[in-house]
């Protein structure tokens, strides 16, 4: 071998450990790079992306319990005057918890609504039989039900036994009943902006 081929060999050499000592430091730099930003090893996907969706699924389940405590119906509180007080729900509507015949009950107060009104499972369930058929008109057209007399109806220490009552109620997931007319009829109603007051008369 001479010179100029030694000289040539030595050179090719170092150009080979050179190559090799930067593919050695970009395979370090990757798997570096890898483990910090969560890629795993072998697949494109990002392991960072798991406890990310983990965080975000944990707030969601947060807010969805928050939202149903503060839209879950409360007790309406009594006054020393014998007031009832209902507290407008974050939705804005107000809710309240009852009694219709006796099995209890989560109402939505609905002012506008002729009568106290209850979906076909809680009749069922409060054992509300018999009745007269009837159509009702809602929002989302006509629905068939029957009217009872002669229901009791409570909300805290308050109750009304001869009420009549509709059976057909639908559409309305938050509560059991409509609190309408044929029970409030009976009372004084005050709303405020942030409160409803029921009061005896």
């Known amino acids: 071998m001479g010179i100029q081929d030694r000289d040539w060999y030595r050179d090719a050499q170092r150009e080979k450990e050179k190559q090799r000592q930067m593919d050695e430091t970009r ?6 790079t890898r483990q910090n930003l ?4 072998g697949s494109p996907r990002q392991l960072g992306l798991i406890p990310m969706m983990i965080f975000w699924c944990a707030v969601m389940g947060l807010l969805y319990m928050l939202m ?3 839209l879950q119906p409360r007790q309406a509180k009594v006054m020393a005057n014998g007031d009832l007080v209902i507290k407008r729900s974050q939705d804005g ?11 209890d009950a989560k109402f939505m107060v609905d002012t506008g609504a002729s009568l106290v009104t209850v979906s076909d499972d809680f009749a069922k369930k409060a054992l509300i039989r018999g009745g007269v058929t ?3 008109k809602t929002a989302n057209g006509d629905a068939q039900g029957r009217i009872v007399d002669g229901v009791g109806v409570s ?3 308050v109750s009304v036994t001869n009420v009549r009552v509709g059976v057909g109620l639908r559409g309305h997931e938050a509560s059991d009943a409509l609190l309408g007319q044929s ?7 005050i709303m405020g902006k942030d409160q409803m007051v029921i009061r005896p008369r």
Request: charged share 10%.
């Open 27 to 32: 395979s370090k730099f990757s798997s570096f």
């Open 38 to 41: 969560g890629v795993k090893t």
């Open 68 to 70: 149903t405590h503060y």
């Open 93 to 103: 509507h107000f809710y309240t918890l009852g009694t219709v015949n006796g099995v």
């Open 134 to 136: 009837t159509t009702f």
């Open 155 to 157: 909300i805290g220490p």
């Open 183 to 189: 029970f409030l009829s009976k009372f004084d109603i």
